[in-house]
């Protein structure tokens, strides 16, 4: 299995509500990452998680809330978000945060509209 | 930290020229250059990389030259095709935080 799992790949939440996407791989990685992408600019780092612990927090909001059960799982909490947090949400996952070879390696995203 | 620039942001050509794509980046210990295909609500896809003991790699239509000296790198895409038209990103990983730093994207059209 070679894939990055992302569920839902649409969401659309009101800005009361709470909702988690979810990420899953399986190829043994022990990083993860959370990536924001607005239309037509780069993704954003937002996360990093290596060995299940978080290790970069690039001074995301505290609506956004990042959890890793364990090696294969990734959620990122959503809760009162603003209509500027609407984008594509990218999870990602790689051998370490360094070495040799990464595998760095993308989810199909989850499109996240905030009304 | 590191810092990636990429030129140019549009980039227009005939079907079956050449298209290059420039990036510079800021920290001589990063290692690790992919570069990353987006088409339109899709999520980017890795085209092709180099790492920092290597300074060409090849795969078909596709090559990426890497100059460590002058701390830039380049996407070369040849015999394009009109199915090539999409954003390509450069990224370059930052030491060992196993941050990816992306460059602000080329917008590639080619013409039929």
């Known amino acids: 299995d070679t894939e990055v799992t992302q569920t839902p790949k649409h969401l659309v939440m009101g800005m009361t509500n709470k909702k988690s996407l979810k990420c899953e791989q399986h190829m043994g990685h022990r990083a993860m990452y959370w990536y924001k992408q607005k239309a037509k600019k780069p993704p954003e780092l937002m996360f990093v998680?290596?060995?299940?612990?978080?290790?970069i927090n690039e001074s995301v909001p505290s609506r956004f809330s990042p959890e890793c059960p364990n090696s294969s799982l990734l959620n990122l909490h959503l809760h009162a978000l603003q209509p500027e947090d609407s984008a594509l949400y990218l999870c990602a996952s790689s051998r370490s945060g360094g070495g040799a070879n990464y595998g760095y390696t993308f989810g199909s995203g989850t499109r996240l509209t905030v009304v | 930290g590191e810092n990636v620039e990429q030129h140019p942001s549009t980039l227009s050509v005939q079907e079956g020229d050449s298209a290059v794509i420039k990036c510079t980046y800021s920290d001589s210990a990063s290692n690790y250059f992919p570069w990353y295909k987006q088409e339109l609500g899709k999520r980017p896809q890795l085209i092709i990389d180099i790492r920092s003991n290597v300074g060409e790699k090849k795969d078909q239509r596709i090559a990426v030259t890497l100059n460590k000296t002058a701390k830039h790198f380049s996407l070369h895409i040849t015999e394009t095709q009109p199915e090539d038209s999409a954003v390509y990103f450069c990224a370059v990983l930052e030491g060992n935080t196993g941050k990816l730093i992306f460059g602000q994207g080329t917008t590639l059209q080619v013409k039929p």
């Open positions: 998680y290596s060995y299940e612990k978080l290790s």
